[in-house]
């Protein structure tokens, strides 16, 4: 028995699916969690109260949906799949959750937090995202928020074990992913979580990743959109020295390359995945001055 007081997470799981005829779709990466545990520490990791807003990326069949509503002040469930939508609308009696048939990608944070519904209170203004994500859309999704005018104080998303690891990378293991996130927050591993915590399992490992998002990045960056057009670049042939990587991204003489990098305090023969954060502020400033 769980905490409710009903069967296990595994076995309300098979109850729900055969009760609405559902089969988890290929197409959308559905894996339903079925771990209690699991399921507790998303709960803990988010740390809620009820004067939280959260926005659920993928709520599935609502079960963890209905955990966050009893913590939170409200609840909205972004879900891209019609009949789960449907059905949600229809079995999570809770008057602080809000229902969404969208793609999250084409959401605007700040639109959702004045006015879903016409009982939802207009004075929000923060909030915070839980998401078990596909792991197709993990990037995109992670990049929408990060990236929105109106961005989360916190995030707890589920993710593929490896993309967790890159996510966290530190100098020396970075990705663009990596500096995506870090860029605009400070992720953690919270825990690993097995195949078996879902039905039906995936093909590989997961992960509960906390990203606590800054107030305000924590390099100085006057470009945010040229700023990342130059981390592109550097990471555009990957296993190269910077030196060769930035000349082809960035369609500029290596040469040049090499002397902004001399300048930043760069050595030119180091790879793009040993860069910090705070190196590439520095080249950013100094290829700023000769990109006006």
Not at 30 to 41: P, R
Not at 82 to 93: D, F, G, H, M, Y
Not at 147 to 174: D, L, N, S, T, Y
Not at 256 to 280: C, H, M, N, Y
Request: proline share 7%.
């Amino acid at each position: 028995m769980d905490k409710t007081g009903s069967t296990s997470l595994l076995a309300r799981t098979k109850k729900f699916l055969r009760k609405y005829d559902i089969r988890a779709r290929k197409g959308l990466a559905q894996h339903f969690l079925v771990d209690d545990a699991v399921l507790d520490k998303i709960l803990e990791t988010a740390d809620l109260s009820r004067d939280d807003t959260v926005i659920e990326v993928g709520p599935g069949l609502g079960f963890m949906t209905a955990e966050l509503a009893r913590r939170a002040g409200w609840v909205i469930a972004i879900e891209l799949d019609n009949r789960l939508a449907s059905i949600l609308q229809e079995t999570l009696p809770y008057e602080n959750i809000i229902v969404l048939n969208e793609d999250v990608l084409g959401t605007d944070p700040a639109r959702l937090l004045k006015g879903s519904a016409p009982h939802f209170p207009p004075q929000l203004s923060s909030y915070k995202v839980v998401a078990n994500l596909p792991y197709y859309i993990t990037s995109p999704v992670l990049r929408h928020f990060l990236e929105a005018k109106v961005k989360p104080e916190v995030m707890v998303v589920m993710v593929q074990r490896e993309v967790a690891e890159v996510i966290c990378a530190k100098a020396g293991q970075r990705s663009l992913l990596s500096i995506a996130v870090q860029f605009y927050g400070r992720p953690s591993i919270v825990a690993e979580i097995p195949a078996a915590s879902f039905y039906p399992p995936p093909e590989v490992d997961s992960a509960v990743v906390r990203i606590d998002v800054y107030k305000k990045p924590p390099v100085p960056v006057t470009d945010t959109e040229g700023f990342f057009r130059l981390v592109r670049a550097g990471f555009s042939a990957a296993r190269k020295q910077v030196a060769n990587s930035l000349a082809q991204g960035l369609g500029l003489p290596k040469a040049e390359v090499q002397e902004l990098l001399q300048k930043s305090g760069i050595d030119p023969s180091r790879r793009a995945e040993t860069f910090t954060l705070e190196e590439w502020a520095a080249l950013f400033r100094e290829y700023s001055l000769v990109a006006k």
